[in-house]
């Protein structure tokens, strides 16, 4: 059985809007040691401080196993030289706690670790892809373009908040990319299903898919 990775304690080195529903948060320092490259589009479970804690207090209660809120996030990159790393956060609100900490993330600020897993999608052998996402998986998708081979050829498409959420993607150039905006993100959306009903699938060529976002619509999808 894999051993749990250990949990370790992060610190933001700077966190900004990357688009205007969108953080980035660059973590560095040697806590970081000892994860290995390659991670980007693996998947980390985040340990939110409760609001205002101090760092010793937050220590104390990592190591005693209180109940602290933990969400999983996914590593946009990773620069093991530098010891850095980014995620990006959608900022949904102050509801939720990991939404509302990256909203408020300044440098210093620090969060519990655990992770990363092996990136989600690392095999490209098919003739067409089609990818999907919600803003959510959209550091996801976005990993996955980045990591295909130049030649690959498809569609991806994503739902972002607004049109300023669109995000320069380095993909491949034969996959087309579409964006579908959703100002209600709490609201399950169709707009992902009926876009790719709409496609003309290339019958007789093997297809390989990477869908994220909302249970809802990926059951859909
Ligand atoms: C494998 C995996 C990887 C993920 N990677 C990322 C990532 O890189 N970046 C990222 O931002 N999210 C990512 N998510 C989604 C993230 O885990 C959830 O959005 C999480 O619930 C956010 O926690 P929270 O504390 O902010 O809100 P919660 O306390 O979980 O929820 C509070 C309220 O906010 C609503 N809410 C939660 N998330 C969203 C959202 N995205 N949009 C609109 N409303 C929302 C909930 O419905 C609820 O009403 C990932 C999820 C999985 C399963």
């Not at 993330?105 to 919600?134: L, M, N, Q």
């Not at 669109?166 to 209600?184: D, E, F, S």
């Amino acid at each position: 059985m894999l051993k749990r990775p250990e949990a370790r304690i992060i610190r933001v080195k700077k966190a900004y809007y990357l688009t205007p529903n969108m953080i980035r948060v660059t973590f560095s320092g040697p806590e970081l040691k000892g994860i290995p490259s390659g991670r980007e589009g693996g998947n980390c479970k985040l340990t939110i401080p409760f609001d205002g804690q101090n760092y010793q207090a937050f220590v104390e209660q990592m190591q005693q196993g209180k109940k602290l809120p933990v969400r999983t996030y996914t590593v946009r990159a990773y620069r093991e030289k530098k010891l850095e790393m980014d995620i990006d956060f959608v900022a949904h609100g102050t509801e939720g706690p990991a939404s509302r900490w990256a909203m408020t993330a300044k440098p210093g600020s620090f969060c519990g670790f655990r992770g990363p897993s092996t990136a989600k999608v690392t095999h490209f052998e098919s003739d067409w892809y089609v990818i999907a996402a919600d803003m959510s998986a959209l550091p996801l998708a976005v990993v996955t373009l980045e990591s295909m081979p130049r030649d690959a050829k498809g569609v991806a498409v994503f739902e972002v908040a607004t049109e300023a959420d669109k995000q320069l993607i380095n993909a491949p150039k034969g996959v087309g990319i579409y964006w579908l905006i959703n100002a209600n993100s709490h609201v399950q959306s169709h707009k992902q299903e009926v876009f790719i009903r709409k496609l003309k699938w290339p019958i007789k060529r093997r297809v390989q898919a990477c869908v994220a976002g909302e249970s809802g619509v990926i059951k859909s999808l």
